[in-house]
């Protein structure tokens, strides 16, 4: 497998693949027009593994297949490589690795010789498929059949084989579906090491948010075909929600102690029971909290800030998305 980029992690900037308003339309079997891709814009820079989340339905697999050629956007442009798509298609194809909707393998053939022949394809021989295999740690299992694979065997197969010609970037639907704790986290060290190693570009969509968070340089978040947040990682994290936990024997009375002194609080259930959410007022709410408390008689078992988590943006992302939708009356598909 020789490499073609090394780009290092600290120069994102050089724009692997943009997507610019794609509209992608589907006819369903009952006639009705199903938009699957609405003005649909984001784009992939060179060095980074991007995560694209959505709902069910909500247009991944669409965008990814439309960058891979595998169907035709209605309107808007998708450059990759610096070349416009459809026409350069052919050009890019070669530079790309892909995983989409579970890999097909002839089951009573090995995983090495199934790669084997995917391998000729692309014109590459032994060493790299034993590489493949090695990288996706899938050495010890290389000469057992297709057909006697755990679902993740499949699956780390199927990344093997989009790894065989080298892609620059490897888009991969999915990848961590149905992969136990353990496999979802050599996935996640996987992306890392191609992306750090090999200046791999990857685009992986996930429902797995915590895995994303984890490995994603920067997420797409998409609802109904439309990118509703995007950016690094961190930056998401950062402009997302930040509360306060307050553990307190009287939930009730510290609610309206709490929210008496002007605070935004809201009732949950923690771990340990009962708990308040107080929005954050300051970078370190604490000794004002306690102080609002104590002047009333209660004393919080616990009082914790809790930052944002990539589930918590995706959540408020979602929830902003489907009321703005409300306000501006947007209408489903009509037939
Ligand atoms: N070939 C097709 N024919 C008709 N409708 C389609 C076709 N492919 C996708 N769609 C519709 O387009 C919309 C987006 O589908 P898509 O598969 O891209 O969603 P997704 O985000 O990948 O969902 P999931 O998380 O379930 O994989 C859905 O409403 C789907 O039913
Ligand atoms: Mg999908």
Same mark, same amino acid.
């Given at each position: ?131 493949? =295999? #090695?990288?996706? !740690? /899938?050495?010890?299992? @290389?000469?057992?059949?297709?057909? %006697?694979?755990? $679902? ?105 102690? =709490? #929210?008496?002194? !002007? /605070?935004?609080?809201? @009732?949950?259930?923690?771990?340990? %029971?009962?708990? $308040? ?59």
């Amino acid at each position: 497998m020789t490499v073609r980029s090394t780009a290092p992690k600290d120069t994102l900037g050089e724009e692997l693949v943009r997507f610019d308003g794609v509209v992608k339309r589907f006819r369903t079997s009952l006639g009705r027009r199903q938009t699957a891709l609405d003005g649909f814009s984001m784009t992939i820079p060179r060095g980074s593994v991007v995560g694209l989340l959505g709902p069910n339905g909500s247009g991944k697999t669409t965008a990814l297949k439309a960058l891979l050629g595998l169907v035709r956007a209605d309107a808007g442009t998708i450059r990759a490589f610096g070349r416009q798509l459809p026409e350069g298609q052919a050009l890019v194809a070669s530079r790309m690795g892909a995983l989409i909707e579970g890999p097909a393998f002839t089951a009573s053939l090995s995983g090495e010789r199934n790669l084997r022949l995917l391998g000729e394809l692309h014109g590459v021989g032994a060493e790299t498929v034993a590489e493949a =295999l #090695e990288l996706v !740690g /899938l050495t010890q299992a @290389a000469r057992r059949p297709y057909s %006697g694979y755990s $679902l993740g065997m499949k699956q780390r197969l199927g990344v093997a084989g989009a790894l065989l010609a080298a892609p620059e970037l490897l888009v991969l639907d999915e990848p961590m579906n149905g992969l136990d704790p353990e496999a979802v986290r050599d996935m996640r060290a996987l992306f890392t090491r191609l992306r750090d190693e090999r200046g791999m570009t990857i685009v992986v969509s996930s429902h797995i948010l915590a895995e994303v968070e984890l490995v994603c340089d920067r997420v797409t978040i998409v609802r109904h075909g439309t990118v509703i947040r995007d950016g690094p990682v961190g930056e998401l994290l950062d402009r997302g929600t930040v509360h306060t936990v307050v553990r307190v024997e009287d939930v009730t009375a510290a609610r309206s102690v =709490l #929210e008496r002194a !002007g /605070l935004a609080v809201t @009732a949950a259930v923690g771990p340990q %029971g009962p708990e $308040l959410h107080v929005g954050a007022t300051a970078a370190d709410p604490g000794p004002a909290l306690l102080k609002v408390l104590a002047e009333h008689g209660l004393y919080p078992q616990e009082l914790r800030l809790r930052q944002a988590s990539l589930e918590d943006v995706y959540i408020n992302a979602i929830r902003e998305a489907d009321a703005a939708r409300g306000a501006t009356g947007a209408a489903g598909d009509v037939g």
